[in-house]
């Protein structure tokens, strides 16, 4: 783990160019802290590899209100938000930058972005691995779900939700 002084986190709006680096974070985060709470076939359907298709999906997308963290202007976390129904849909950090205060400063910028859009909760299925980070940050357990993969696979994850 690398040490990270706070003010080091520089947390912006993402930008459609910085798709592929968002996208080999994600990656990097399931396959080397998730895996340990999830199988090998789950692993693989849910951070399946990085298309020049997927970075042009990905990067397209304009459902998602998305930031991301930089230290020393690389990319080492990122996180979306749908206001529209008032999801938390992602907070992913880069394995080499866990447990440094990367996942609060953009979980807490997220949080900012839905107040400022008049949101009064955010709600998430939060990954098995994810759920402490989650509770620690004022989020409450739901109960356990099922949530579908874009392959069909079915994957345990835990229904929270946190009012603003």
Known sequence: MSEVVKSDIK????????AESVLKVHRAAIHETASSCYPKEIIQDWASPI?????KAFADNTEETR????I??????????????????????????GRSGVGTAILQELERLAREQKLSELHL???LNAEPFYQVNGYMNEGFEEHTLRYGRKMPSIRMRKKL
């Open 72 to 97: 020393n202007s690389q990319i080492v976390g990122f996180g979306a938000i749908v206001v529209s129904n008032s999801e938390l849909r992602a907070v992913y950090v880069s394995p080499s930058f």
């Open 11 to 18: 947390v912006r709006s993402f930008l459609p160019s910085d």
């Open 125 to 127: 299925n939060a990954s």
């Open 51 to 55: 298309t020049p298709s997927k970075i």
């Open 67 to 70: 930031i991301v963290a930089e």
